[in-house]
């Protein structure tokens, strides 16, 4: 299964910002969709946000709506997810993980996304 490989976590004061990649570097993404996903220390995985290859069509989640952005560059083979105005409850481990062409597993928990990786953490704290 495709393995994507996550960059960009830190430690970042309340209200501050990180920008996190999520790169392949063993095929192309044009064609997939990219996920963004989430576990925090004692709870279950999270979806954050999914970008789709096919329409375009961008999903957040409530609690990261207009505070997140997710943009693809598909010549660099790279998905970014630009997280600004950060609280501790954005504290956890971020993942990102191919997903169809839709989106189907952040939308719904079905379908056959991709391997996941060892993500990369993120802590807001002061």
């Known amino acids: 299964q495709p393995r994507l490989a996550e960059s960009g976590g830190g430690l970042v004061q309340p209200g501050g910002s990180l920008r996190l990649s999520c790169t392949s570097y063993?095929?192309?993404?044009?064609?997939?969709?990219i996920a963004w996903f989430r576990q925090a220390p004692g709870k279950g995985r999270e979806g954050v946000s999914c970008i789709s290859s096919t329409d375009g069509r961008i999903y957040y989640a409530d609690s990261v709506r207009g505070r997140f952005t997710v943009t693809r560059d598909n010549p660099e083979r790279t998905v970014y997810l630009q997280m600004n105005d950060l609280k501790s409850e954005d504290t956890a481990v971020y993942y990102c993980?191919?997903?169809?062409?839709?989106?189907?597993?952040?939308?719904?928990?079905?379908?056959?996304?991709?391997?996941w990786g060892r993500g990369t953490q993120v802590t807001v704290s002061s």
């Open positions: 993980v191919t997903d169809g062409g839709y989106c189907k597993h952040y939308l719904t928990g079905n379908g056959d996304p991709g391997a």
């Open positions: 063993e095929f192309a993404l044009d064609y997939y969709a």
